[in-house]
């Protein structure tokens, strides 16, 4: 029994900023990475940014260093820190959380989504 829930979305101006939450909780033995996705209408989902449970960072080019992903290990949560935001980074953002189960078995297990709007 796992949850991914995400929050933190909603409506800002082009230049804004906006932070995104994730937490796992249920039956978890351990983590291997969390990271955030989004998708448009009419899109494939992509990645954004993702984060190892040691720290290991990837982004997406389009970031273009406007983003910063962070975690807590602790508590099982990771952040998205959305600076500078454009009109092309309106979407449904995902989290995805890549983790075993107490019962042994390692899955990706994906949040309800959280909508970004990015709107003048």
């Known amino acids: 029994q796992v949850q991914v829930v995400e929050s933190g979305g909603g409506l800002v101006q082009p230049g804004g900023s906006l932070r995104l939450s994730c937490a796992a909780s249920?039956?978890?033995?351990?983590?291997?990475?969390m990271g955030w996705y989004r998708q448009a209408p009419g899109r494939e989902r992509e990645l954004v940014a993702q984060?190892?449970?040691?720290?290991?960072?990837n982004y997406a080019d389009f970031v273009r260093g406007r983003y910063t992903i962070s975690r807590d290990n602790a508590k099982n949560t990771v952040h998205l820190q959305m600076n500078n935001l454009k009109t092309g980074d309106a979407a449904v953002y995902y989290c995805n959380v890549d983790l075993v189960t107490h019962w042994g078995r390692r899955n990706d297990y994906w949040g309800q989504g959280t909508q970004v709007t990015v709107s003048s």
């Open positions: 249920g039956l978890i033995l351990s983590i291997n990475a």
């Open positions: 984060i190892s449970s040691g720290g290991t960072t």
